[in-house]
Each structure stands twice: as structure tokens, then as C-alpha cells.
């Protein structure tokens, strides 16, 4: 038991069950017990890795194919370069030695993370030391300029709600609580959305749904299609919703998603159909690709063989086994997907389509 399991215990017995959506918000962002609030979450010694995390060449093909995107759009300036949770500020370091050699980028950008973690914010100031950087809490405060933005494993975190198909009808599955203890309970759907969503879902089975990830899918389009940029967004999900995805990880392994509040990671499946449902209502959005094969498509095997020139030893298995790891479809390389949105009448940015 946590202090935050205490907490959203009550909480519970004063008001009755909790919507998942609530439940994650309080787990996660808690002002005081939230787990991005306190914790060392990601890297080897934290609770899970990361893209970035595993290898520099993630953030080094992200970086070059946003530059060239802001060059196919006629080198704007100034445009604000931002980036949505990130984490350690291991992916914008990487970006932005990627691009220091990319004529005038440096010189034209405006640096904007938004993050809601004040000690993710040391993290982040840390990594980018010497770099002119702006935190905001809220995507709504980014200047109106052009914005080429990433987003890698934020829409994973943000809170998701949850529906049953009963043979009574759609249920809401809510998190109840007895004396000391939380538990998954079905209670009446109170949102319309599941209603027009699926009704070729068959009964026992489970949909999720975002609101909160459709309302920062619909500002980005908003955004990027009324002044110009790209926004690249990359998670682990599906095209449509898949059953119950919320999970749990601490120390690198799946726990309970109702112990250990606020100790643990929590996270669910992106639907990226509902993220270009969104985002598509402003602004040009490209296909779902893979991971794997957006990177391949980036050049991540010459990247790969150009850096394995100058190591050796454990060094280079551990670069070997990186590559596999971010590209392998047995590994992030099917799970993980990425969208690009951009204006409409706009070229996709290298590798999408
Ligand atoms: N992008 C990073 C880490 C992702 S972990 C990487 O690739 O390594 C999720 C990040 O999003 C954390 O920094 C967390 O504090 C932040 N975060 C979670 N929910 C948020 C929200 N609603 N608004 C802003 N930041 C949020």
C-alpha cells in the first residue's frame, strides 16, 4: 500500500468508484505521490526504456527528418521546435546534435517542452544544458508559429476510459475499493462515444477511449495546419482500440494495474485511428506506419554500420542488439507506430506516406 493508495481509497469511499481516466491522472501526475512527479522512471535503472533511451539513432533520424521538413516548407523563421513529455530530454538532445550542422535551424528555432513533472523538468534542463529552452504545462500556451513537434510514447500515459459490451448493454469499468483494497468494477456507461463507436463489438469484450488523447490529436492539427510545421508522433498501440491494454510496469516488469498507486508506470494501447480521426478533421495526416519500418526507411542501418566503425567489444553488442531492438518486429518494431500531420496540401516528411 502507497500513500496514494490511501488517498484514492477514499476518495473512492466518499464519492463511490472512479473512472479508469481519473484513476491514471491521479496515479501518474498526483501533485505529490504522482509517479512522474517523484520517480527516476525511465532508462536501464528506472522502470522502462525508451526509444531514445536504447539508442542514439532514434532521436539522430528524428531529428534529420524534421529539419528536412522545415526545410521542404521553405526554412521558417523563427518556428518553435517543441516536444510533448519528454522525459529525460534524451530525444530533443539527440535531435538537436542531429541537426546542429543543418544550416540556419539552430539559429531559426524557438525550444518549447511541455511537461507537467517538475523533476522531469531538472532531468530534462540537465540534458540540454547551453540550450535556450521554454517549459510549458499546456500545449494550448505554444506561440501561434510554425510548430514541428515530436511526441515519442506521451499518448501512451494519458488517460484513457473504459467500456465493456455486457448483455445488458455498454458498462463503464470503474475502480472500486473495499476496506483496504482497489478493484475493477462495471458501472453504468455514462459517455455517448461508446454508443456510436462499435457496435460490432461482441458482447464481454472491452473498448477503450481516449478523450484526452483525441483533444491533443485535434489541437495539433489545429495548430500545425493554420501555421504550418509537422508534428511526428510515435507510441505502442494499434489502429483501433484492443481489448483491455491498460498496464502496469515497475523494474521493468507488468504488476497489478490497481497496486503499488503511484509506484508504478501506467500506461494503454494508442488508438491511432482515433489520432488521425482527430487530427485529420484540420490537417493532412499520414498513413500508421511501424517503427521498424519507418526507421529502416530513415537510413537506420547505414546510421547503424557508419557507428559501428568505431566500437568494439560489449560496446558493439550492445549497439547490435539496440538496432535489433528499435527495428525487430518481434520487438518495438511492429508494436510501435508513428503518424506525421502536417497542412493540408503539404508533402509527407521523408519516410511517411
Ligand atoms: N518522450 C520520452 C518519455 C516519455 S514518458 C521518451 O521518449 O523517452 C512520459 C513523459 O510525459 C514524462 O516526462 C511525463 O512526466 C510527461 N507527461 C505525462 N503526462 C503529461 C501531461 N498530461 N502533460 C505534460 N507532460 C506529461
Not at 265 to 288: G, I, P, Q, W
Not at 326 to 335: A, V
Amino acid at each position: 500500500m502507497t500513500a496514494l493508495s490511501d488517498i484514492i481509497i477514499n476518495q473512492i469511499k466518499r464519492f463511490g468508484p472512479m473512472p479508469v481516466s481519473e484513476y491514471m491522472t491521479l496515479c501518474l501526475l498526483h501533485p505529490e505521490h504522482g509517479y512522474y512527479t517523484n520517480r527516476d522512471a525511465l532508462g536501464a535503472s528506472g522502470d522502462f526504456t525508451t526509444a531514445p533511451e536504447i539508442s542514439q539513432m532514434f532521436g539522430e533520424l528524428i531529428g534529420l527528418t524534421i529539419a528536412q521538413a522545415w526545410i521542404d516548407q521553405g526554412m521558417p523563421k523563427p518556428f518553435v521546435l517543441a516536444e510533448l513529455g519528454p522525459g529525460n530530454g534524451t530525444l530533443m538532445a539527440d535531435i538537436l546534435r542531429a541537426t546542429k550542422s543543418v544550416p540556419k535551424f539552430h539559429s531559426s528555432m524557438d525550444l518549447h517542452l511541455i511537461e507537467a513533472s517538475p523533476e522531469m523538468r531538472k532531468r530534462q534542463k540537465s540534458a540540454l544544458d547551453g540550450f535556450c529552452v521554454t517549459w510549458l504545462d499546456y500545449f494550448s500556451e505554444l506561440p501561434q508559429k510554425p510548430l514541428f513537434l515530436v511526441a515519442n510514447e506521451f499518448f501512451d500515459c494519458l488517460p484513457i476510459k473504459q467500456y465493456r459490451r455486457t448483455a445488458e448493454g455498454w458498462q463503464e469499468q470503474m475502480i472500486g475499493a473495499d476496506e483496504n483494497q482497489l478493484h475493477f468494477i462495471l458501472g453504468t456507461a455514462t459517455s455517448e462515444d461508446v454508443f456510436t463507436k462499435s457496435n460490432d463489438i461482441p458482447n464481454g469484450d472491452m473498448l477503450e477511449i481516449s478523450a484526452s488523447s483525441v483533444a491533443f490529436a485535434s489541437a495539433i492539427g489545429e495548430h500545425v495546419n493554420t501555421n504550418g510545421g509537422c508534428a511526428i508522433i510515435i507510441d505502442y498501440g494499434e489502429w483501433d482500440s484492443d481489448g483491455d491494454s491498460l498496464q502496469a510496469i515497475q523494474n521493468h516488469n507488468k504488476i497489478d494495474p490497481l497496486t503499488n498507486c503511484g509506484a508504478a508506470d501506467l500506461t494503454a494501447h494508442v488508438s491511432f485511428r482515433d489520432l488521425t480521426n482527430a487530427a485529420s478533421k484540420h490537417a493532412k495526416v499520414s498513413s500508421t506506419i511501424p517503427q521498424g519500418i519507418l526507421l529502416e526507411r530513415l537510413g537506420i542501418t547505414q546510421r547503424a554500420q557508419t557507428l559501428a566503425k568505431n566500437i568494439d567489444g560489449k560496446a558493439l553488442e550492445t549497439h547490435i542488439s539496440a538496432h535489433k531492438r528499435l527495428t525487430h518486429p518481434d520487438e518495438m518494431g511492429k508494436l510501435f507506430k508513428a503518424i506525421a500531420i502536417i497542412p493540408n496540401h503539404t508533402d509527407l516528411p521523408t519516410g511517411f506516406n
